[in-house]
């Protein structure tokens, strides 16, 4: 087994995940600049210059053409990367599902950020969001060296028999994508090359072996292609979780589906996800020097969503806060995963308070202080045993 | 020396204030320490006043909720308005600014007594090496004299990691300069 | 036709991948028709333009001599093929010498 040798580097996210790219010895990238993101393709194209990677570099007009390329890519069996964000992702959409329904694991970064109108080049996840019925596998990662660990992941993922679908991985537009903090990255290119061998398993275009893509699917048809979607989402589960510890066996580092912390016989559970949970993390710290029993959980698997992990995690706690980076309009609980718990808790029986807090929208601060009083309005709820009728958009100007 | 440093700096659009936070990160890093390196998420024009963040720890830094109560402001354009840049400095803080002016002129611009002061002629020292005014490494050098935060050997080789050979060289001549020239006058 | 059995999510190839090749054939779509192209030999100047336009294919180049009228030799035919022609009108559109007739079809 190739072991690998580390260097720590100071890499800000968008670096480690080109990074990441080289060391998957990615054959196809195809992207089009948009901000946060940009710097991804940007040091991807200097490895390719200087002759680190061998890749071919698709420069397009759009990033409905990046994606296009992309499926073209992987469909004829290249390990295909693209990376986008906000508009670029949306613009991209349709083809995001063209993507799962062909069942080609191509992966794409993508630097969470806000979407217009009115413009905001701003991190929230309101893009991943928008994008999470598209049948693609979504890491969510908090820290530059999850981020680097999870691409390579996420091209075991992929490229698992088992799943065949593309992976997302996702991470803060600017509070991660600019932000410079230590990162291992491999002395070596080749150290993963046993851990995600070259070896396409999936549907490929070639002469010698003919076949059709992108045919017609008429109503008698269509169904069973979308469940045999529904079914691969499920295996990914595994095939998530697999491809985490082996990652921890050969290389040190694993995160698991949920990173938790104190959660068990805690009085409340802060919920949340991408790079806020280090904000959290030192906030709570503060708050249990003071005696106040909580605990803490970032979801990192968004897509499939790990239900059963979270009703384990709700029966460990007597309450759940979760605070989203987005909001689903029109509905009283408007955070998409505060949503994704409850129906979680509601599948299981579990009775739980769940508080929704909506934060950080179009990168609006968010610092120990407000995690501090978030916290304190949650123990008034709690103490007067109130049911949250509507999600709390903290912070917002009357 | 306390486990973290938080570290504000604020320069005009040009001047490589973004740059000068991301070097002293990169260097600490390099020595061994934890470090966090960001730009103000705004707008960058030529010209606007810009800050810049920079965080240095003995233990990991997982928090990034940005610097409102710095250790140390570093001053790259004295006409910035201080209202700006001495917002929320810590009591007992520190100011690190690059300025012609006399200590007493100094001291009497800051007008706060809990602070320290250190000041250098960073563009006196840019303009000799590069002929340009651009001040962010000089005050990179001032910085890490008045707190230990890196070595210089470190950020010699983060500049190299940054910058060409022949431009790396140069700022590493400046860095070492105004390494040597900063004072503190209080 | 008969009615086959259709395949279950399980059997089905992935993502609506059509893993053989060449299944066109049975997909007979003569039916479709209301009008029918019929191909007069003898004004055919065999520029095969027909050919390259019809999206079935349904028009076949045949290995027969044929000698017009006015005495012009040419070594092969053109034929349509009415098990997969569908009447799409492109070939009569198309045709230079007007060597096409368009014939409401007997139903």
């Avoid at chain 1, 950080?360 to 008034?380: L, N, P, S, W």
């Avoid at chain 2, 390099?30 to 003995?58: C, I, M, N």
């Avoid at chain 2, 810590?90 to 002061?117: A, P």
């Avoid at chain 3, 028709?33 to 079935?56: A, G, M, N, S, Y």
Wanted: one cysteine or more.
């Amino acid at each position: 087994m190739l072991k690998a040798t580390w260097k720590r580097l100071p890499l800000s996210t968008n670096f480690a995940i080109a990074q990441a790219v080289k060391d998957s010895d990615v054959d196809v990238v195809s992207a089009y600049p948009i901000t946060p993101q940009t710097t991804v393709v940007e040091r991807i194209s200097e490895f390719i210059a200087n002759g680190e990677l061998k890749a071919e570099m698709i420069h397009v007009e759009s990033e409905h053409s990046a994606m296009s390329a992309a499926i073209g890519a992987s469909a004829l069996g290249a390990r295909a990367f693209t990376a986008t964000a906000s508009q670029g992702l949306e613009l991209m959409h349709e083809l995001l599902h063209i993507a799962s329904g062909l069942r080609l694991p191509i992966v794409m970064s993508v630097a969470a950020r806000a979407l217009s109108a009115p413009i905001s080049i701003w991190g929230d996840y309101t893009d991943v969001m928008n994008v999470r019925d598209t049948s693609w596998i979504t890491l969510i990662a908090s820290t530059a060296q999850e981020a680097y660990d999870s691409v390579i992941q996420a091209y075991r993922i992929a490229e698992d028999p088992r799943v065949f679908l593309p992976v997302i991985v996702a991470y803060d537009g600017y509070a991660m994508s600019h932000t410079y903090e230590p990162v291992y990255v491999s002395e070596k290119s080749d150290a993963f090359k046993d851990y995600i061998p070259k070896n396409p398993q999936w549907y490929t275009l070639n002469p010698e072996k003919p076949l059709t893509m992108g045919s017609m699917a008429s109503p008698e048809w269509y169904y069973e292609f979308k469940y045999q979607q529904v079914v691969a989402m499920k295996n990914a589960f595994g095939v998530v979780k697999e491809a985490d510890e082996e990652y921890g066996k050969r290389y040190e580092r694993k995160y698991g589906i949920i990173e938790e912390e104190g959660v068990d016989g805690s009085d409340v559970t802060f919920v949340t996800y991408g790079g806020i949970y280090g904000t959290l993390k030192e906030s709570i710290e503060e708050l249990r020097k003071k005696g106040e029993q909580i605990g803490l959980a970032r979801i990192r698997l968004f897509r499939p969503f790990p239900s059963e992990i979270v009703a384990d995690l709700a029966e460990k706690t007597k309450a759940l806060v979760v605070l989203d980076r987005a909001i689903t309009f029109g509905v009283n609980i408007s955070g998409p995963v505060a949503r994704e718990i409850i129906s979680s808790l509601y599948a299981r029986g579990i009775e739980r308070n769940v508080y929704s807090f909506i934060i950080g929208v179009g990168q609006r601060t968010v610092t120990e202080k407000d995690i501090a009083a978030i916290y304190g309005k949650v123990k008034e709820m709690l103490g007067s045993h109130e049911r949250q009728k509507e999600s709390i958009y903290w912070g917002v100007r009357e | 020396m306390q486990e973290r440093y938080e570290i504000r700096w604020h320069g005009r659009g040009g001047q490589g204030a973004v740059t000068a936070g991301v070097l002293v990160a990169e260097a600490a890093i390099l020595d061994g320490k934890y470090a966090q390196a960001y730009p103000e998420f705004g707008a960058e024009r030529r010209g606007a006043p810009v800050k810049a963040y920079t965080k240095v720890s003995e233990k990991p830094i997982y928090s990034r909720s940005p610097i409102i109560n710095p250790d140390v402001v570093v001053v790259l354009d004295p006409s910035i308005n201080k209202s700006i840049y001495l917002d929320g400095l810590k009591e007992g803080g520190m100011v690190i600014i690059n300025t012609s002016k006399s200590n007493e002129e100094v001291k009497s611009l800051i007008g706060r007594s809990d602070v320290k002061i250190a000041v250098v002629d960073a563009t006196h020292i840019a303009l000799d090496v590069l002929k340009s005014a651009i001040v962010n490494t000089a005050m990179v050098g001032a910085l890490v004299k008045v707190l230990p935060l890196a070595t210089l050997d470190s950020l010699e080789k983060a500049l190299h990691e940054t910058f060409n050979k022949k431009i790396a060289d140069l700022n590493y001549q400046i860095v070492k300069a105004s390494y040597e020239k900063v004072k503190t006058i209080n | 036709m008969t009615q086959e059995k259709l395949l279950g999510w399980k059997e089905l190839p992935r993502g609506g991948s059509i893993l053989k090749p060449g299944n066109s054939e049975s997909r007979y779509t003569g039916d479709w028709r209301t009008f029918k192209p019929v191909i007069l030999q003898d004004k055919c100047t065999r520029c095969l333009r027909c050919w390259i336009v019809c999206p079935e294919p349904a028009i076949y180049v045949i290995d027969e001599p044929y000698t017009t009228k006015s005495g012009r030799q040419f070594k092969f035919s053109v034929e349509v093929n009415y098990d997969y022609c569908k009447g799409c009108g492109m070939c009569v559109e198309e045709c230079e010498p007007k060597a096409i007739d368009w014939i409401e079809e007997e139903k």
